[in-house]
Nanobody, 124 residues
């Protein structure tokens, strides 16, 4: 059972930046498919970005503003977000899947493991 713990959320002004972290409990983390999702109040959980082959695959809503990186030695994935907007306000979750590590997946049901989330609030 992989455990994921997010951190780094907080309150930021529009136009600002944040870096979220997702620490995994498994050393095999490096072979998993990984992604970030978010859930805004009153909305469904939505895809933010995934990371495969050292590339970030972002959703259209965040394209050009987010970058994912991984530090396999630390079993940690990061989401760097820039030029934040009030509509980016949400709880952000990291997700992992061991079954299809070579696939870029954008649906919550595709992922086996989830963190508890970290709140990001962007003020206007």
């Amino acid at each position: 059972q992989v455990q994921l713990v997010e951190s780094g959320g907080g309150l930021v002004q529009a136009g600002g930046s944040l870096r979220l972290s997702c620490a995994a409990s498994e050393r095999t983390f490096s072979s998993y498919a990984m992604a970030w999702f978010r859930r805004a109040p009153g909305k469904e959980r939505e895809f933010v970005a995934s990371f495969r082959w050292n590339r970030t695959y972002p959703a259209d809503s965040v394209k050009g503003r987010v970058t994912i990186s991984r530090d396999n030695a630390k079993n940690t994935m990061y989401l760097e977000m820039n030029n934040l907007k009030p509509e980016d306000t949400a709880v952000y979750y990291c997700a992992a899947d061991s079954r299809r590590p070579l696939t870029v997946m954008t649906t919550p049901g595709d992922y086996e493991y989830w963190g508890q989330g970290t709140q990001v609030t962007v003020s206007s």
